[in-house]
């Protein structure tokens, strides 16, 4: 299955945490490639785990991503895959999930990516553990700013890897 899945991850019963699934929700609503799959997996680590055993060209996962910035910061992460070998295996939370872990989980069960880009966004504090539903304004800013950041990413995944199929 060639192309690119988008992936909101997030739990909208802890404030900022939902970035990503809000995100999923509003790419939903937009016009996509066809090559381009958006789908909301919220605290769904065995589905999201399962999706990633299909054969993407890539992955853009989208979720809260605290590495002490400004809240609203966005981030383009590109994970190493490589280090996963050494994580050990990927412990199980069935109320929420960390991307590290569903990478974990993939490699474990034999999957191997081919590429993994993580866009996230900084919380406000405690906005990723405490129990509300909405996102903070910083937050639901950066929202707004990450649609068009992410279509111009799949695009551009898309063209690499027809450039790089030819």
Do not use: W
Not at 6 to 11: C, D, E, Q, T, Y
Not at 42 to 55: P, Q, V
Request: hydrophobic fraction near 45%.
């Amino acid at each position: 299955m060639p192309g690119v899945l988008i992936a909101g991850i997030g739990n909208i019963f802890l404030g900022d945490d939902a970035f990503g699934v809000e995100v999923a929700q509003r790419l939903l609503r937009r016009e996509l490639p066809a090559e381009v799959k958006v789908i909301d997996y919220g605290i769904r680590g065995f589905d999201l785990a399962f999706a990633l055993m299909d054969d993407y060209d890539a992955v853009i996962l989208v979720d809260a991503t605290a590495r002490g910035g400004e809240p609203g910061t966005l981030y383009t992460i590109e994970p190493d895959l490589a280090s996963l070998n050494d994580l050990g295996p990927a412990e199980f939370d069935a109320h929420g999930l960390t991307p590290t872990n569903v990478l974990a989980m993939v490699k474990g069960l034999g999957g191997e990516p081919r590429r993994v880009l993580i866009v996230g966004c900084e919380p406000s504090p405690c906005g990723e553990t405490e129990e509300r539903m909405g996102l903070s304004a910083p937050v639901e800013a950066a929202v707004e700013e990450a649609l068009p950041m992410i279509q111009s990413l799949a695009v551009r995944l898309l063209v690499k890897q027809t450039i790089a199929a030819t």
